[in-house]
Structures are given as C-alpha cells and as structure tokens.
C-alpha cells in the first residue's frame, strides 16, 4: 500500500496550491479518503474528506469556502485545491485512505508566507 502526496511548496498569503495523493495496493475506489494536517506543536486535523464515490464531502471549519476536495477513481488520486491561502494553512500535510484499514502517506509541506 502507498500513497504519495505532491504539490506542497512555499506560496504567498492569498496564493493557491494543488495537493495531489497518488495511491497504490488497495481497492481505491472503495476508500473514504482524507487530507489531514499538521502545524508545529499542533495535533493532526481533519482539513476535508470526501467519499468513495465523490458523492459527499465535509471540510474542517478553518477551510471552509477556500479549499476544494476531488478524487479521480480511474487515476486512483485524490486532490486538494487549496485557495486564499493563509499563514496559518502553513503545516505537514497528509493524505489517508480508510475503510477496513486506514493508511497515511509520508506527507508534503505547505508554507504560506510573504
């Protein structure tokens, strides 16, 4: 099992990034899956999580109206659209898959500052 995340960086307040979650060796498409993050001295949270199908998704307050979560399940790739972006967005973010099972991948940083 894997998953790999891609597109964190270093990007302005107000800028906008792309996470990609590349996943491989389980049943994708039957997966709830999840972008969670984790800022320095902070406890990992929920940021958006979306069902297997696509057909429901649930965002963390504090990204409400700004990030956009979406999954392709022919590509096996969940993506989080991020927007408006804030020095407080800045952490560790990290890609899970759960059903039976709940897996995590490595993570990618995003660094919101000027």
């Known amino acids: 099992v894997q998953l790999v995340e891609s597109g964190g960086g270093l990007v302005q307040p107000g800028g906008s990034l792309r996470l990609s979650c590349a996943a491989s060796?389980?049943?994708?498409?039957?997966?709830?899956m999840s972008w969670y993050r984790q800022a320095p001295r902070k406890e990992r949270e929920l940021v958006a999580l979306?069902?297997?199908?696509?057909?429901?998704?649930n965002y963390g307050d504090s990204v409400k109206g700004r990030f956009i979560i979406s999954r392709d399940n022919a590509k096996n790739t969940v993506y989080l659209q991020m927007n408006s972006l804030k020095p407080e967005d800045t952490a560790v973010y990290y890609c899970?898959?759960?059903?039976?099972?709940?897996?995590w991948g490595q993570g990618t940083q995003v660094t919101v500052s000027s």
């Open positions: 979306i069902t297997s199908a696509g057909g429901s998704t």
């Open positions: 060796g389980f049943t994708f498409s039957s997966y709830v």
């Open positions: 899970n898959a759960r059903l039976y099972y709940s897996y």
